[in-house]
Every structure is written in C-alpha cells, then in structure tokens.
C-alpha cells in the first residue's frame, strides 16, 4: 500500500476498490479476474481474425485460427452475464459489510454524543440511505455500470496496445483522440459529480415530504391543518430540483461535442487512412491490416469507458462510512474506569460544579455550576420550566454523555471511574421520548430479559396487567400485533423501570437508581395517582429521581428541586419550599388555583 502515492490512497474510488476485499475476497478476487478477463478479449479477437484471414489467405489449415476466433467469441457473448452475477453478488456483500461497519460505529461508542454531531450529520445521512435506491442505484446494479467503465476502458487500451505493432504513433493518436473526448466532455457531466451538497440537500427534502405524505404518524396533522396539498407539492418541487440537477449534469453541450467529432474524425482518418495507402503500397499484409482494422475499431471503447458515475455514487458513501468510524468513535467516547459499581449508591449521588452543553450548541451550556447531593435510599423531585435541562440531567446520571467539566461522584467515586456496564446495570430510567420497541410485550418490559412472573408482576405494578398477551407484539404492522394508547404505551414504559428494579431473578438485584422522566404525563388522572403511589411503594429502596410538571405527584417526593438556568434554584421538601415561598410555591399555587372551583362572586357577576 506504501507504494501507492497518498492523493490517490485518499481518493473515494480506492477507498472503495478497497472495500470490496473486505467484504467478500474470493468473489473480489473472481470479479477483477473477469473484468481483466473481458477487458482483453477485443484485443484477442482482432489478433484471432487476423490469423484466420492470414490463414485463408495462406490457404493454411483453418481448424485452429476458427477454433481461436470460435472461442473468443463465444467468452465475449458469456462473460458479461457471469461477470453481472459475480458484480450484482459483490454488490450485496459490499452494501452490507458497509451497513455493518456504519452500524456497528454508530452503536459501539459508549456515549450518543457522535449521533447529533451537526459535523457528521451529512455522511451519516449518506452512509445511511445510499443503497436504497434513492439517491442512485443500490450497489448490487451499480456493480454493473462500474465493471463496464473500466472494461471498455480496458478494452479500448488494450486494442492501442495491438496497433502499436503496426506504428507507434497510431495507439497514440487514436487512444488520444477517444480520450480528448473524456476531457472536452468534461463539462458534459457524464463524468461529472453528480453527488453534490446541492443534490444531496434536495434528496433529503424531496425525502422528507415524500414519508410525511406516505407515513402514518404523520397522516394526523396531514389531513387537519390541510398539508396534504402542500407535502405532495413540497415533494414535487425537490423531485424537479432534483431531476434538474441531474439533467443538468448529465446533458451534452454543443460544443465539447463537435469538438470531440471533429478530434476523433480526424485520428480515425489518420490511422486507418495511413493502412489503407500501406496496404496499397503492399508493405501491409492483408491479414495484419484485418487484426489491426479491428482493433483501431475496437479503441473506440475508451470514449465510453471509465469511471463511471456509477462508481461515484457507490464511492461517496464506501469514504464517508470509512470516514465515519474514527470521528464517531472520537466523539462517541466516554472516559470509563473499571471500578465496580455493585450495590452503588449506597451514601449519595453528588454533582459537583458541572458544566455541560450539546453537541451542536457548545457554547450554550444547559447545565452551568450545577451542584445538588441526591441521598441513596431517598427520592428526589425535579421540577423546572421547559428546557431548564431536567431530562440533560437525567441523560448525564445515565452516563450518555460527557460532561465538560466537575464530577458527579457516587459514594465519593468519580462516576468516570466506574465500569461502565456496572453503572448501567445499577440505572434504569423512563425516558420522556422512551422508545416503543416493536417486540412482544414481554421484551418491551424486560428487553434484557427477565421471568414472566417478574414481567407480570410489573405489569400488574404499572396497571397494564390487561393489555395484552406477553408475545403480542406491540405493533399493527405485525400479524396479531396490536397498537396502544399513549397512556398505555407510558405503563409499559414505567412496567419496564418496575421491572428493572425488582431484578432480573434468580438471586440477581435490582438497580439501585430509577429516573422518572415525566412517567406519568400521559395517564388519567385516577391512573396517575393509584400508579403513583405503587412506584413510590416499589421503589421506596432505592433512589428515585422524578421529573414531572405535575406538583400533585412531585410534593410526594422527599425533596424537590427547582431547577433554573442551569443551576439549582431551590431544594427541600415539599413544606419547606412551600414556606420559603419562592419560585416553587409560585409554580405550585400557580398549579393549585387551576383546580380550585371558581369563586362564588365571580360566578354571581358573570
Ligand atoms: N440532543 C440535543 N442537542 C442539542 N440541544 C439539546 C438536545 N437536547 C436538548 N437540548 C437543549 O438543551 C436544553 C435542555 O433540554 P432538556 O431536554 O434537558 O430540557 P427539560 O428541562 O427536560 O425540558 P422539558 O420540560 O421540556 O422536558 C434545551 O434548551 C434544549 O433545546
Ligand atoms: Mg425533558
């Protein structure tokens, strides 16, 4: 590979020939066999019919030279079929040796961070969508369009190469004049990028109206704020950007192509204008004019051969995966220690002087000279206005992310310092935008698995025991699959924090922390407070942090705290906040008012 010069190492189309190996060696192996295979035999059939006119002419035994000319032909009929199916096979393993690798990328780094880098964002798209079919061909076609670029190409060499025998200058000037054409049609586009930020940017927005169009969670919104009308048009508007683009890029200009006629007219005439005086003076013998006719003709090929645009479109996403592995895994990376984190926390939670801001906003921390101590064994409330950070919070006690400077230390350790699996197996969490898996009932309480007694039992626990059956899976796509409501979907949710905390079984514990993040935001309002008080009841051992905009559940909690710009506001119980009779008691009475009945005078003077 040293050997290589570093511009062309870095070049997409290496990146990619480079792929191809690692997917499947063998097959890459048999597929350059066949490529070079049929780049050559042009070449050979001209050499081969110049030896059969020589032989007819010589009235020499014929059986050879036809047998020759029989065989070359019948590989140039039955190769490319081969060579298709060889390609179209190559093209699969390569498309899925490249979603694994981007999968895998975007999967192995402990933290989430490299999945909302704005930096990544573009080759992750690319990487992510390129052998759908949308954007161009899927790899198992393209395979095709490439293999032929560089056989013709080849072919066409190959055949200067034969008529160097005739004069040295004829390769030159025929192989010079086909390939003036690559250059003068430059401006063509047919070699041209056809993968630009332009077109990619279209293909995201013709992409997006065309899945709100044909989507069902969107078909809601659709129909009552009247959008229909205005994502078909939508799409249509970027489907035309996009086909313009590309005809723009594709279409042939006047001039380069007079030009390139003009230039190929002239080197065709020159060569075989020269071997038909040669052949006249008789210092060309018929046979070898015939083998060189044939393969002046055959030079023709290196105008439509090349790199094709195929080869771009699968080049562009093969670099921006293998691009992608080093930032993501960077970015993605998460100091961990190998301390144990069994039975932690048994003192405290302590956040200490932490900073900490997105990826995509680093100046705009969210958490700036945030300090709070949560005691193990109690539960605490978070309460704060829309973005004050709370659900940032959560994410960062779950390890997610990093945060940029102070410590969050349990039981004195630096969290950084613990195994991170060990400090996973001791969180659970229900996210607000928890996900809905489309599994059995069963994997979504338990996805790490679990005894259906335990599973039922936090069913039970979470008011979702009647649902549905442990392997219906939660999903309307699936056979005997079923949907359900918001508020059931967030009893699910919460059965799997229940879940969690009761253990896996068998002896084995349950986490020591259970973040609540708005977990009952959903259900009614009788649901809410029977279901509150049981996850009170079940997590009374361990620590409990719940996020909630509801002040009837949060006054339940131990402590509550009031989170603002980043920064503890207030903390204490419910009755302490309330007497301090600060941002909390506002919030609460504020809350409170709205379910008071109206005053009696109000209603007199209506
Ligand atoms: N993935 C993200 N990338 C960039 N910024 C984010 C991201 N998630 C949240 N933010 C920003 O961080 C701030 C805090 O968000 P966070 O979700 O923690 O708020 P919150 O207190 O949970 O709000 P809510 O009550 O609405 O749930 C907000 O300004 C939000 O815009
Ligand atoms: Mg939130």
Same mark, same amino acid.
């Given at each position: 590979?040293?050997l290589v010069?570093?511009?062309?190492r870095?070049?997409?189309e290496?990146?990619?020939?480079g792929?191809?190996?690692?997917?499947?060696?063998p097959?890459?192996?048999l597929?350059?066999?066949?490529l070079?295979?049929?780049?050559?035999?042009?070449a050979?059939f001209?050499i081969a019919m110049g030896m059969l006119?020589?032989?007819?002419?010589?009235?020499?035994e014929?059986t050879?030279?036809?047998?020759?000319v029989?065989?070359?032909?019948v590989?140039l009929q039955?190769?490319?079929?081969f060579h298709?199916a060889?390609?179209?096979n190559?093209?699969?393993?390569a498309?899925?040796?490249?979603?694994?690798?981007?999968?895998?990328?975007?999967?192995?780094p402990?933290g989430m961070?490299?999945?909302e880098d704005?930096?990544l964002t573009?080759?992750?798209?690319m990487?992510?969508?390129?052998?759908?079919g949308?954007?161009?061909?899927?790899l198992?076609i393209?395979?095709?369009f490439?293999a032929s670029?560089?056989v013709?190409?080849?072919?066409g060499?190959?055949c200067?190469a034969?008529?160097a025998a005739y004069?040295w200058?004829?390769?030159?000037v025929?192989?010079?004049g086909?390939?003036?054409t690559?250059w003068?049609?430059?401006?063509?586009?047919?070699?041209?990028?056809?993968?630009t930020?332009e077109?990619?940017?279209?293909?995201r927005?013709?992409?997006?109206a065309?899945?709100?169009?044909v989507?069902?969670?969107s078909?809601k919104?659709?129909r009552?704020?009247?959008l229909?009308g205005?994502?078909?048009?939508?799409f249509?508007?970027h489907?035309?950007?996009?086909h313009?683009?590309r005809?723009?890029a594709?279409k042939?200009?006047?001039r380069?192509?007079?030009a390139?006629?003009a230039v190929?007219?002239?080197?065709?005439a020159?060569?075989?204008g020269a071997?038909?005086?040669d052949?006249?003076?008789g210092?060309?013998?018929?046979?070898r004019?015939v083998a060189f006719?044939?393969a002046?003709?055959g030079v023709?090929?290196i105008a439509?051969?090349g790199l094709?645009?195929a080869l771009d479109?699968? +080049? *562009? !996403?093969?670099? /921006? =995966? #293998?691009?992608l592995g080093?930032?993501?895994?960077r970015? $993605?990376a998460l100091?961990?220690?190998r301390?144990?984190?069994?039975?932690?926390p048994?003192?405290?939670?302590?956040f200490?002087d932490?900073?900490?801001?997105?990826p +995509? *906003? !680093?100046?705009? /921390? =969210? #958490?700036?000279?945030?300090d709070l101590?949560?005691p193990a $064994?109690?539960?605490l409330?978070?309460?704060?206005?829309?973005?004050?950070?709370?659900?940032?919070?959560?994410?960062l006690l779950?390890r997610l992310y990093?945060?940029?400077?102070?410590?969050?230390?349990v039981?004195g350790?630096?969290?950084?310092?613990?195994s991170?699996? $060990?400090?996973?197996?001791r969180?659970?969490?229900?996210?607000q935008?928890?996900?809905r898996?489309?599994?059995?009932?069963?994997?979504?309480?338990?996805p790490?698995?679990?005894p259906?007694?335990?599973?039922?039992?936090?069913l039970?626990?979470?008011?979702a025991?009647?649902?549905?059956?442990?392997?219906?899976?939660l999903d309307?796509?699936y056979?005997?699959?079923?949907?359900?409501?918001?508020?059931q979907?967030q009893?699910?949710?919460?059965?799997r924090a229940?879940a969690?905390v009761?253990?896996?079984g068998?002896?084995r514990?349950g986490?020591?922390?259970?973040?609540?993040?708005?977990?009952?935001a959903q259900?009614d309002v009788?649901?809410?407070?029977?279901?509150?008080?049981?996850i009170?009841?079940?997590t009374?051992h361990v620590t409990?942090?719940?996020?909630?905009?509801?002040?009837?559940?949060?006054?339940h909690a131990?402590?509550?705290c009031?989170?603002?710009?980043?920064?503890?506001?207030?903390?204490?119980?419910?009755?302490?906040l309330?007497?301090l009779?600060?941002?909390?008691?506002?919030?609460f009475?504020?809350?409170?008012?709205?379910?008071?009945?109206?005053?009696?005078?109000?209603?007199?003077t209506?």
């Open positions: 590979m040293r010069p570093q511009r062309l870095s070049r997409q290496w990146q990619f020939a792929v191809l190996p690692r997917a499947d060696a097959l890459t192996a597929w350059w066999t066949l070079v295979a049929r780049g050559l035999l042009p050979l001209a006119v020589g032989a007819v002419h010589a009235e020499r014929l050879a030279p036809l047998a020759l029989g065989a070359v032909f590989l039955v190769l490319p079929p298709q060889v390609g179209a190559l093209g699969f393993r498309a899925a040796w490249l979603y694994d690798q981007l999968a895998i990328a975007c999967v192995r402990p961070a490299h999945l704005p930096e573009q080759d992750i798209t990487a992510r969508d390129f052998d759908l949308i954007s161009g061909p899927p198992s393209s395979m095709d490439i670029g560089l013709e190409l080849l072919a060499l190959a200067a034969v008529l004069a200058w004829a390769p030159l025929l192989a010079g086909w390939l003036a690559h003068l049609l430059r401006e063509s586009g047919v070699w041209k990028d056809r993968n930020d077109v990619r940017e279209a293909q927005h013709a992409d997006y065309y899945r709100l169009a989507d069902a969670p078909a919104e659709l009552l704020f009247g229909a205005w994502t078909v048009e939508r249509r508007r489907r035309r950007q996009l313009d683009l005809w723009h594709t042939l200009r006047e380069p192509v007079l390139s006629l190929v007219t002239f080197a065709n020159a060569v075989f071997m038909a005086l052949l006249l003076a210092t060309l013998a018929v046979d004019m006719a044939t002046a003709f023709s090929a439509f051969g094709s645009w479109g699968a +080049a *562009a !996403p093969a670099a /921006a =995966v #293998l691009r080093q930032p993501m895994a970015k $993605g100091s961990v220690g301390e144990s984190a069994k039975l932690l048994k003192r405290e939670i302590r200490q932490v900073r900490f801001a997105y +995509a *906003a !680093p100046d705009d /921390a =969210v #958490l700036d000279g945030f101590v949560i $064994g109690s539960s409330a978070i309460v704060g206005q829309n973005g004050a950070g709370k659900t940032t919070l959560a994410k779950c990093e945060p940029q400077s102070g410590t969050i230390l039981d350790v630096d969290l950084r310092a613990l991170l699996d $060990g400090w996973r197996e969180v659970t969490a229900v996210f935008d928890f996900v898996f489309q599994l059995p009932l069963r994997e979504n309480v338990a790490a698995g679990a259906d007694e335990v599973v039922q039992a936090a039970a626990e979470a008011g025991d009647d649902l549905a059956s442990l392997g219906t899976v309307r796509g056979d005997d699959g079923t949907d359900l409501s918001g508020g979907w009893r699910v949710a919460l059965a229940l969690a009761r253990g896996p068998a002896g514990e986490v020591g922390v259970v973040l609540l993040d708005e977990p009952t259900l009788r649901g809410e407070a029977e279901i509150f008080d049981r009170l009841q079940a009374r409990t942090i719940l996020i909630s905009h509801r002040f009837s559940t949060v006054r131990d402590r509550i009031v989170l603002e710009n980043g920064r503890v506001a207030e903390l204490g119980s419910h009755d302490e309330m007497a009779g600060g941002r909390y008691r506002t919030m009475d504020l809350q409170a008012q709205r379910f008071e009945p109206a005053a009696p005078e109000r209603n007199a209506a």
